[in-house]
């Protein structure tokens, strides 16, 4: 018997589904919402109105794309949490409908583990254990993943995600919203030991990235008083600086992290894994730590159904059903 999912992530303000038939992925359509580019951050109320608009027809291109058609649908997945509480119930609603009048069952999914596995979307051989750095715009973990279904976080950011020290950083320089791959950008063309910023030191795997996104400000204000065009002037080289400091304080911890579970498995995902500059650092400590490492494909490291399609169909393979009356939780962790 085949096994045949649709899923729909709709935790923040990307909408996004997928069709995945017999752990393989037939559709991963993704609408991003750009209307919040103006206030330079997500407004949850938008982002759930937004969903609502573009819900019916992501589902529908979803299904065509994978040719198939919805009475052929063995589960319904949504994301369950974490994220924002307005998203998630057009997500979570949608779907409950949507399974209830077809007679299927529904799989909630946890958005960081969907995240810690997706990967195994474009490169399904992996050993366990691994250690995944699940890096984006509202996380900063490391997750000891045993198996497809068990993991625990080992380490995680006490304040903000890198994510957000990314796009907080690019704010600061005047540049739009999410500023992460902007900042990438302009990176490649800079000197990244140009500047040097304070970082606040913690000694576990924990992160915290609220010590060097103040440093980052001060800096630059007190350059701007010096020289009113000093950010323009420096744009490429201050971009790199900063990039290179948040890539050094991610690989600091996985190190220990491999070192302290002699684990040499390791992957990233999440957004910033898209990250041009924590790529290649990885793949060189990589070829001097003897790690094997795995990164998902661009368009699976930032939010997307084809992840949660991806975990659902492990759930779906391990009976693990929701009930119907289940409620997101935006705080949902492990
Ligand atoms: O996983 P994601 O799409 O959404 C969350 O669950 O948060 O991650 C979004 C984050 C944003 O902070 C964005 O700036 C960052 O990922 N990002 C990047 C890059 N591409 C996306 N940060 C640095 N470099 C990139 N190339
Ligand atoms: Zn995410």
């Not at 997500?42 to 759930?48: D, L």
């Not at 596995?117 to 254990?129: A, E």
């Not at 491999?258 to 995902?269: L, R």
Request: proline share 3%; with cysteine.
């Amino acid at each position: 018997m085949s096994i045949t999912i649709l899923a729909i992530e709709s935790s923040c303000d990307d909408t996004s589904a997928s069709v995945i038939i017999d752990g393989i992925i037939k559709s991963n359509v993704i609408s991003s919402q750009l209307v919040h580019a103006k206030f330079g951050g997500v407004v949850p109320e938008i982002a759930s109105r937004a969903h609502l608009k573009s819900i019916v027809l992501i589902v529908d291109k979803a299904l065509k794309k994978a040719k198939i058609d919805k009475n052929y649908l063995d589960a319904i997945a949504f994301t369950n949490g974490p994220g924002l509480l307005g998203s998630l119930l057009v997500g979570s609603s949608f779907c409950k409908s949507m399974a209830y009048a077809l007679n299927v069952p529904i799989i909630a999914v946890n958005h960081l583990k969907a995240h810690a596995l997706s990967h195994l979307i474009d490169n399904p051989k992996i050993k366990f254990p691994y250690l995944s750095l699940l890096v984006s715009g509202g996380h900063t973990q490391i997750i000891l993943v045993e198996d497809y279904l068990n993991m625990k976080i080992i380490g995680e950011t006490r304040d903000d995600a890198v994510g957000e020290a990314f796009d907080k950083s690019a704010k600061i320089l005047g540049l739009d919203y999410p500023g992460g791959p902007l900042l990438d950008k302009l990176a490649k063309n800079g000197n990244p030991l140009k500047y040097t910023f304070g970082k606040t030191k913690i000694q576990n795997l924990d992160f915290s990235f609220s010590g060097i996104k103040t440093s980052f400000l001060y800096f630059i204000n007190t350059q701007i008083k010096k020289n009113k065009n000093f950010v323009h002037e420096n744009l490429e080289d201050i971009a790199s600086s900063i990039q290179k400091s948040l890539v050094d304080m991610l690989m600091e911890k996985i190190i220990i992290a491999s070192e302290k579970y002699k684990i040499s498995e390791i992957s990233i995902s999440g957004g910033v894994a898209a990250n041009s500059l924590l790529r290649t650092t990885i793949k060189n400590c990589s070829k001097e730590l003897k790690w094997n490492f795995y990164f998902p494909k661009i368009e699976h490291c930032t939010d997307n159904a084809a992840m949660i399609a991806n975990y659902a169909n492990y759930m779906f393979l391990d009976n693990q059903f929701s009930s119907y009356d289940i409620i997101p939780e935006p705080r949902l962790k492990f």
